[in-house]
């Protein structure tokens, strides 16, 4: 909650007592501030810059230095003023937090600095405000990311520690080329035998003049097919042992197998295996030529080599969705227009439209503006629609293209935004969930005996969700079984156990309330209940207050011990010994 | 988001017209225009406020009501003096004068008589803020119950109507308002 709302606290205190002539049930006692604000200066002299502001303001945040007694370290007597010799222009960021409740991240300021500036102020970043949080977030990141890669750089730089297995030595040295001249040079013959698989797949098919007893031209593949067999067979080889090495090498064999560059190996290196093994079947030899399509993937396992193909590859897939959309539509309007083009060149005498799926090659060539000739409408119809084709070719091809271009850029850099969002929200709840943004703690007991009244007031509880539906359930239980109230209330140690347990029994002594008898007596019944849900020692006669303040959750998990004492101290003489983990009931502050 | 400002009136007028200290004035004011820079609170910026201290149900409707009672003026927005004003009344006025607030938050059309349905409305939107998570679970007539409790109380003679005498009597025979009236004495 905002330190500005705490300062609202007590107006809807005040305002309480709108509830007292209606109330039910009697009052909780309130809880007593001990000590009444001393709502004095507090001079803050940083590097000689002055700083100051009221107590009360630096108190609100109990949890850091400045709000708490660490400040005494710092006090100068001399001068009656807390000295610190920390950056002044960071701190003036500090002290708007405590001034506004929110905290704000300066551009221009390094984050290491500002870091540090936090830390010894004892700030938790992740109460930076959702303004400037994002900034800090991506700062961060980039800061750690340069830190990681002088790391990386470093440790590339040593000698490899001699405690790696060879397994670890192998996968590193395939990964990162760089860490030995070993791996460097598998890693450039790796690329060079690729590259020379690659343009022998090519060659192969070039025409390299006739032999000498045939008239007709041979490709170079027929007739020196002894050597690019050869070729073949030891880029095949090469790859094969690599693959081999990468698999033993692999930390986690399975995920090796499933990763994208293994199944590309594969593939590369398949076909001449099956050829291996099928050359003399004639029948299955047109497949075999089919299959040798497949070695050109092996051009894929250059992106091994090459970021940047890397990248394309991954952006691709992430854009997916919107090339889909375009494909969707394109063959939407593509089966439009063949469809319009076939009926309307039927008639036309020797028309190549033979059937829509014909007309199909029509409209995507005059779509994409390419125009090849080879079908072209005759009739004054079929030209009319066909101009058509092309016009709306040029808007459904032209427009969403860039459009998708831009879009594609947009939402990669969104979806990486967004990501970094969720993980920044979800390290923030966490972070939030770990130090109270909450005010002091007199506010919570404060804001608690508001919350107590409010029940009285109506004679219900808060409770939580789970423990609402398992009492939606037992009450259906309990009301049958009327004796078992008597027998609950004569237990005192089933009423020490764990709370939902406790809200079961509470469920049982509620049910005398909602008789319209004297609510006064039955207060008095409820009392001891009521007093032990707070203590085991509590005394039956008096009229002492729950103290539930503590059963509710405050997000701060740093006030668990002290100050929930300090309040009920007072208030009962009973101590609370129950635990903080069977707070039942939660508050969203 | 409107520029109007208000400034209000000299800090000498307020503290005769309430019984608060100049301290105590002055520690109420800053914290009302760090809320406000603007020094009027409009509904909604109420409401908003109010429900932040219960999050666990619906305190728009309780908190429409307040704003009424505060606003003494009716003009739709109140300025640090009614604030004041109403604070003074709440935390350092007599009983009697705390009873007839609250009489006068009651009567939500401010005619001098509460009805049952104003009753039932104010009931409506107290059980409102407890929200869905009750132990025991608020029915739908919890609220029409516990204004025919209290206008079996109040109402002495049965007319259907509980005027500010028959209120203030009744209350003022009862220990437990009596009791829960100071409760907040030294909220500020």
Redesign the interface.
């Known amino acids: 909650?905002a330190a500005?709302?705490a300062?609202?606290?007590?107006?809807?205190?005040?305002?309480?007592?709108?509830?007292?002539?209606?109330?039910?049930t009697?009052?909780p006692?309130?809880p007593q501030?001990k000590r009444k604000?001393q709502?004095g200066f507090i001079i803050l002299n940083v590097s000689g810059t002055k700083f100051q502001t009221w107590r009360t303001t630096l108190e609100r945040y109990p949890d850091t230095l400045l709000g708490s007694t660490e400040r005494d370290f710092f006090f100068h007597e001399e001068t009656s003023e807390y000295f610190f010799d920390r950056d002044p222009d960071i701190f003036r960021h500090i002290l708007n937090f405590y001034r506004t409740g929110k905290l704000h991240y300066p551009r221009q300021e390094c984050i290491s600095a500002y870091d540090e500036e936090l830390a010894f102020f004892g700030i938790i970043p992740e109460i930076i405000g959702d303004c400037c949080y994002e900034e800090y977030k991506d700062r961060r990141r980039e800061n750690a990311e340069r830190l990681q890669d002088d790391e990386e750089m470093d440790m590339n730089n040593d000698v490899a520690p001699l405690n790696l297995t060879f397994r670890e030595y192998l996968w590193r040295a395939f990964e990162n080329p760089h860490t030995s001249t070993l791996a460097l040079v598998f890693y450039y013959v790796t690329g060079f035998f690729i590259a020379i698989s690659v343009m022998a797949n090519v060659v192969e098919t070039v025409p390299c003049g006739t032999l000498p007893n045939r008239s007709k031209e041979v490709s170079c593949g027929d007739r020196y097919a002894l050597a690019f067999f050869c070729l073949d067979t030891a880029c095949v080889m090469i790859f094969t042992v690599e693959y081999l090495l990468r698999l033993i090498a692999a930390p986690s064999r399975c995920k090796f197998m499933k990763s994208v560059m293994s199944v590309i190996d594969v593939v590369a290196i398949m076909p001449y295996y099956i050829g291996l093994v099928m050359t003399d079947n004639d029948q299955v030899s047109g497949a075999f030529v089919t299959l040798r399509v497949f070695r050109v993937f092996r051009i894929f396992k250059f992106s091994r080599h090459s970021a940047g193909l890397r990248i394309l590859g991954y952006t691709l897939k992430s854009c997916a969705s919107e090339l889909g959309f375009l494909l969707f539509s394109l063959t939407m309007a593509i089966i439009i227009f063949a469809t319009v083009m076939f009926y309307a060149e039927k008639g036309s005498t020797a028309t190549k439209f033979t059937s829509i799926p014909a007309a199909f090659w029509y409209t995507i060539v005059t779509m994409t503006t390419l125009g090849y000739g080879d079908m072209v409408p005759k009739t004054i119809v079929g030209k009319v629609f066909g101009s058509i084709c092309s016009l709306s070719g040029v808007l459904v091809i032209a427009l969403p293209v860039p459009v998708i271009v831009s879009n594609f850029s947009r939402i990669y850099h969104q979806s990486q935004r967004a990501e970094k969002r969720r993980a920044q929200r979800a390290s923030k709840e966490a972070g939030k969930a770990l130090v109270g943004k909450s005010a002091s703690p007199p506010f919570e007991s404060q804001?608690h005996h508001?919350?107590h009244?409010?029940?009285k007031?109506?004679n219900?509880?808060?409770?939580?969700?789970q423990?609402?539906q398992a009492?939606?359930m037992e009450?259906s239980v309990v009301n049958k079984s009327g004796s078992r109230t008597s027998s609950l209330s004569s237990s005192p140690h089933g009423l020490s156990s764990c709370c939902s347990r406790r809200?079961r029994k509470?469920?049982s002594f509620?049910l005398p309330s909602?008789n319209?008898q004297e609510l006064?007596t039955i207060q008095i019944r409820e009392r001891p209940v009521s007093n032990s849900r707070s203590s085991l020692n509590a005394k039956l006669d008096e009229t002492v207050p729950l103290k539930c303040d503590e059963a509710y959750i405050s997000p701060s998990m740093v006030r668990l011990s002290a100050p929930v004492a300090t309040s009920s101290d007072d208030a009962s003489t009973a101590t609370t010994t129950y635990s903080q983990s069977n707070i039942v009931r939660v508050?969203?502050? | 988001l409107s520029m109007v400002r208000h400034q209000p009136e000299g800090l000498d007028q307020l503290q005769a017209q309430t019984q608060f200290t100049r301290?105590e004035l002055q520690?109420l004011y800053r914290?009302?225009k760090?809320?406000c820079p603007s020094g009027l609170v409009d509904e909604e910026t109420f409401k908003t406020?109010?429900s932040?201290?219960?999050?666990?149900g619906d305190a728009t409707r309780y908190a429409h009501f307040?704003f009424n009672?505060f606003d003494i003026d009716r003009n739709g927005s109140i300025r640090f003096v009614d604030?004041v004003l109403?604070?003074s009344v709440?935390?350092r006025g007599s009983v009697t004068e705390?009873?007839r607030?609250?009489f006068n938050?009651?009567d939500i059309n401010k005619d001098g008589y509460i009805t049952k349905e104003e009753?039932l409305e104010?009931?409506t939107s107290?059980?409102d803020?407890?929200?869905?998570?009750?132990?025991?679970?608020?029915r739908d007539d919890?609220p029409f119950e516990?204004v025919e409790?209290?206008f079996q109380k109040m109402d002495r003679n049965r007319d259907g109507v509980v005027t500010i005498d028959e209120?203030i009597e009744t209350?003022q025979k009862d220990e437990?308002?009596m009791?829960?009236?100071q409760?907040?004495e030294?909220?500020?």
């Open positions: 909650m500005g709302v300062a609202w606290l007590p107006f809807a205190r005040a305002a309480a007592i709108g509830w007292m002539p209606v109330a039910s009697p009052m006692i309130p501030d604000a709502d804001h508001l919350l009244c409010l029940e007031t109506t219900h509880e808060f409770v939580d969700e423990t609402f009492n939606c009450i809200h509470k469920s509620s909602t319209n006064s508050s969203a502050l | 301290k520690s914290g009302f760090n809320e406020i109010y932040q201290f219960f999050p666990q307040l009672a604030f109403g604070l709440l935390l705390k009873l607030w609250a938050l009651y009753m104010i009931m107290i059980y803020m407890m929200g869905r998570y009750t132990l025991p679970s608020v919890s516990h409790k209290f209120f209350c437990n308002i009791a829960s009236m409760l907040f030294n909220v500020i």
